[in-house]
């Protein structure tokens, strides 16, 4: 390994907001480091000769060359002067030959520890209080990668048909506090790679907040439009996140009077959180106040601003915007956690006659007694109880602890207790480690949410679920938003791992509620086949003889109508004669349920095969019959020890012809930037000799009569054969990596609409990526 010596040259000039622009050469590097002082600030070299750098701390920053070069990159000053930074910051290079690079440093080589900031790659935004009145989507070249495209669907609670006796409906709520990627590394439409928290049991969460903030990248986060999406679909809301850091994790007081800061009749922030929350299509902001400010900087004066800040920002949006308020700040304008709702911060949650915040969080200190304070403090002010939420840290991989919930939501068990309060889940996104393999993370989250350990019940012993399939037609094919390929019409058209919540289906309600005489038959999600998307559910496990087992998947609520048809796209290994019939739950005048059978034929082969059934020959139409359930039972005239059936899509449906969409409009492709070396990241190593580009993709839609599910991208091939690319509900769509193959002049992309129902267009718009 060679010594790091100084680079040749390095320029830079800052402006008005404190940004220091980096440019420098490296005429002999194979190896750029930008080291930084921790103090200093956050520090990132965005480029070298075009090809995207490595980033894993704020203090040093190194990507591995293959050729002299440029670079080019920004830093924070964070209240230092810019002749002090110059002083202080080196760039060095290991003046490597013979293509032998410097060792990997050894802080970059654990799972998490590194990540690739994509030249051309969209990410969500981020703030400090003094750069978010700059923010304008009109000169934001990444703002229409963020955006939501679908709108917050209502959903449905029934107490008849929840999973755990002991749940309650209609009571208490969860909020999930969850963090999907550091702050500044959260792109926006997905990424390559399947090792992603891919959240699926929105049928327990009423808010998402999209968990981030640090002094060193930025205070204030909003969510991504892919994972708005997913909640959205389900009935979630989602808020941004405004973070506060204490002194020691680099918080500053002036950030508090920047972010409260009055102009006039107004407060500029708050105008500007109500319009990232328009724009981008979420509900509100998570406000986690936790800088100590002293002196004349702090006092009941900052508190006021502050209730102020909230007031005024509901008032601008029309009482749109929302706030959860963190249990920190008090009226004095000090930091102290209360642990319950009380004279201190109330003013933070309701003030005169107004509701300020939504909700608030209590920290992890709440009690029983503190709770049932709390709540009737709530219920005073005319306010539900169940808009207190009891602080619950469930970070590094806990479970739910079961007395604390049982606390805070005791059950059915416990007589005619209701729930106190409702629970906020800090954190529950799981260990990095877990994310690795996609079966293995959904059967972690099982055990968290659904189906609980021996030493936690899990959340749906709590909560019941809700579900947002209220209307007909319903179609799902099971997709997780994350996967090892795609697959389309039951074919595979990639092999690539990727991750993308904007193609989430609605998931099962129950997983897995299975009824039988000690069935020993098991649910999952399948990621090796799939009829459309990266999933399928695979049953599995023994069918004893004439004992029958009955999986539930869906909870509904959709009239029957005269042509209500259900359908399934099934596929069984072998010659197996597992016998299928649909079984549907009937409510009859909003009062009695009854579970009818559907004959299905026994199954043989490998194919993926259509099955579909008219479900008003039951019952008769209309007359205030409900569909309320929807599930498979599977049976055999004799033992099978090795079942392996799998589901690939369930439609409930009016059974006629479904319009074909026609392509979209106007397709262009922007090649960003092209790399001539390999990537290191988790995707696959191209091909020797070849090249890799960037590129941004747009369109118009359809028709504004029409609304796409979404639209999919695909690489037309020499032989005729098409590779899925990426898909999004959005107009615009980002390639992080397209391979140039064999120095070919162009590459053709082809993009389809595809419907709610999964009706692809006939024919795509096509667009040319030019090489040169």
């Known amino acids: 390994m060679n010594r790091l010596t100084r680079a040749g040259t390095l320029s830079s000039g800052h402006d008005r907001q404190g940004i220091v622009s980096i440019t420098g050469i490296a ?462 019409d039951g074919h595979q058209v990639s092999t690539a791992a990727w991750n993308n919540l904007a193609l989430q289906d609605v998931l099962p309600t129950y997983r897995w509620y299975i009824e039988g005489d000690r069935p020993a038959l098991t649910a999952s999600f399948d990621f090796t086949d799939a009829y459309e998307g990266a999933t399928s559910i695979l049953f599995s496990g023994k069918l004893e003889k004439n004992k029958p087992a009955t999986a539930w998947l869906y909870q509904t609520w959709v009239p029957l109508g005269e042509n209500t048809t259900l359908s399934f796209m099934v596929q069984a290994a072998g010659a197996m004669s597992v016998i299928l019939k649909a079984v549907v739950t009937f409510v009859k005048d909003g009062n009695t349920s009854e579970d009818v059978e559907f004959d299905l034929h026994g199954l043989s082969g490998t194919r993926w095969q259509e099955w579909k059934t008219a479900l008003a020959g039951s019952h008769a139409p209309g007359a205030g019959t409900m569909i309320a359930r929807l599930g498979l039972r599977l049976s055999a005239a004799t033992t099978i020890d090795n079942v392996a059936v799998r589901l690939g899509q369930l439609r409930l449906h009016d059974d006629h012809t479904v319009e074909v969409p026609p392509a979209p409009r106007a397709f262009s492709a922007r090649l960003h930037h092209t790399n001539t070396a390999a990537e290191q990241d988790n995707s696959s190593e191209p091909e020797a000799g070849t090249a890799t580009g960037a590129v941004r993709l747009a369109w118009k839609p359809v028709s504004s009569a029409f609304r796409a599910h979404h639209y999919e991208v695909y690489r037309t091939n020499g032989d005729g054969s098409r590779t899925f690319l990426g898909g999004t509900p959005l107009s615009t769509y980002f390639i992080p990596r397209l391979l140039r193959r064999n120095n070919e002049r162009r590459t053709t992309l082809a993009i389809y609409s595809v419907t709610p129902e999964g009706v692809r267009s006939r024919t795509p718009a096509m667009a040319d990526v030019c090489w040169t």
Not at 51 to 77: C, D, K, M, Y
Not at 212 to 230: R, T
Not at 246 to 252: I, L, Q
């Open 27 to 488: 005429p002999k590097c194979h190896h750029i480091q930008v080291n930084v002082p921790d103090d200093i600030g956050e520090t990132r070299v965005t480029h070298v000769s075009d090809i995207p750098v490595f980033r894993h701390a704020p203090a040093v920053l190194r990507r591995i060359l293959e050729a002299p070069g440029s670079f080019v990159g920004e830093s924070r000053l964070r209240g230092r002067s810019y002749r002090s930074w110059k002083s202080r910051v080196r760039v060095l290079d290991s003046g490597c030959s013979g293509g032998t690079a410097m060792q990997d440093d050894p802080r970059t080589t654990g799972q998490g520890a590194g990540q690739y900031f994509l030249s051309g790659q969209p990410y969500a935004s981020f703030w400090h209080p003094d750069t978010i009145l700059d923010w304008d989507p009109r000169t934001d070249p990444d703002a229409p990668f963020n955006r939501s495209s679908v709108p917050l669907q209502p959903r449905r609670q029934d107490a008849r048909f929840r999973s755990d006796s002991y749940a309650r409906a209609h009571q208490g709520r969860v909020y999930s506090l969850a963090r999907f990627a550091e702050t500044s590394n959260n792109p926006s439409q997905g990424s390559a790679t399947a090792a992603y928290y891919a959240f699926g049991f929105w049928q327990y969460v009423d808010t998402l907040v999209f968990w981030g903030g640090a002094a060193d990248e930025g205070l204030i986060l909003a969510p991504n439009g892919h994972v708005i999406d997913a909640a959205h679909r389900n009935g979630v809301r989602v808020y941004g996140n405004v973070f506060f850091p204490e002194t020691v994790a680099g918080g500053r007081s002036a950030w508090l009077h920047q972010f409260v800061r009055r102009d006039g009749g107004s407060y500029p922030v708050a105008d500007k959180l109500v319009e990232i929350a328009d724009f981008y299509g979420f509900e509100g902001w998570f406000i986690n106040q936790e800088t100590p400010a002293g002196g004349e900087l702090g006092g009941r004066a900052l508190a006021n601003s502050f209730r102020d800040f909230l007031a005024h920002a509901r008032w601008r949006s029309g009482g749109a915007l929302e706030f959860m308020w963190y249990d920190s700040m008090v009226d004095d304008g000090t930091v102290s956690h209360e642990c319950e709702l009380n004279a201190r911060n109330v003013m933070f949650f309701h003030h005169g006659n107004s509701a300020l915040s939504r909700s608030i969080f209590l920290d992890y200190g709440w009690n029983k007694a503190k709770l049932e304070r709390s709540a009737a403090l709530a219920t005073g002010l005319e306010r539900s109880p169940y808009q207190v939420c009891a602080g619950l840290d469930v970070q590094e991989g806990q479970f739910p602890d079961d007395t604390r919930c049982q606390t805070a939501l005791p059950g059915n068990a416990t007589g005619t207790a209701n729930h106190l309060t409702s629970l906020a889940l800090h954190r529950p996104d799981p260990p990095v480690s877990t994310l690795t393999d996609p079966g293995t993370f959904h059967e972690r989250e099982e055990k968290f949410w659904s189906r609980g350990t021996s030493e936690s019940k899990g959340i749906a012993h709590y909560i019941a679920e809700s579900t947002p399939v209220l209307s007909s037609p319903f179609t799902t094919n099971f997709n997780t938003g994350h996967g090892n390929g795609y697959w389309a």
